[in-house]
């Protein structure tokens, strides 16, 4: 597609559940960002990837969350044992690469996941 | 730790006038610093990127400033429009991406 897909667009699910909330970036985009938004705020980072490499996962909550990006395009955001806490959106960005591979700045934003967590 | 502080949670002025938006930033040291638009309900939309060694950039009705001395950023909507309310993020990139809280602007006609 044109632009960055995030699935599902809403997802609700009970409390102690697993879930995986996919980004498919744009085509070519090297680096794929993962935030979480709730709202009246602005993204919160996550953590971020340039090609397969997670290159920082310090925005990461806690051990509940993690994130992979296999083959260096579609990236799944994985949040286990859910929690009430946990709802929010949560948003993908990708941007192209620049010199050296890292990205060149501007992030393509995906129309978000909601997750609410009953 | 890491904070990114902009102004004031919302902005209201009259149509035709400038609004201007402010990005303060401690503990970084970022390679650049960018602005995004964000309407209710949908992604950020990137609108400008300007660099540590850059002092002013424009772009249309928009200009940004970059003063890393006082570790901030001013973001100027010339001649405003109804259309340009909307909410404003500022974001500072060391290889990662953060985002301030955003700015709501609101342009009375």
């Known amino acids: 597609g044109a632009g960055v897909s995030q699935s599902p667009r809403y997802k609700v699910t009970k409390r102690g559940q697993d879930v995986a909330l996919r980004c498919d970036p744009i085509s070519g985009h090297v680096s794929l960002y993962w935030y979480r938004q709730a709202l009246g705020q602005g993204p919160e980072f996550l953590t971020y990837f340039n090609y397969e490499a997670q290159q920082d996962k310090s925005g990461l909550p806690n051990d509940r969350f993690s994130a992979e990006r296999p083959e260096g395009s579609i990236s799944t955001l994985t949040i286990q044992r859910t929690e009430q806490r946990d709802s929010a959106m949560y948003r993908c960005a990708s941007s192209l690469a620049g010199p050296q591979g890292r990205s060149t700045g501007e992030l393509f934003f995906g129309e978000g996941s909601r997750l609410t967590v009953l | 730790s890491q904070k990114i502080e902009q102004n004031s949670e919302a902005l209201n002025i009259q149509e035709g006038k400038t609004a201007t938006l402010t990005c303060n930033y401690t503990?970084?040291?970022?390679?650049?610093l960018q602005w995004y638009r964000q309407d209710p309900g949908r992604g950020p939309v990137f609108l400008l990127l300007i660099r540590e060694n850059e002092k002013e950039k424009r772009k249309e009705r928009l200009k940004v400033t970059f003063d890393t001395t006082l570790k901030q950023s001013l973001f100027h909507i010339t001649a405003s429009q109804p259309a340009d309310s909307a909410t404003y993020l500022c974001?500072?990139?060391?290889?990662?991406?953060?985002f301030g809280a955003g700015t709501r602007l609101t342009v009375k006609p």
């Open positions: 503990n970084y040291s970022p390679a650049y």
């Open positions: 974001a500072l990139s060391n290889n990662d991406m953060r």
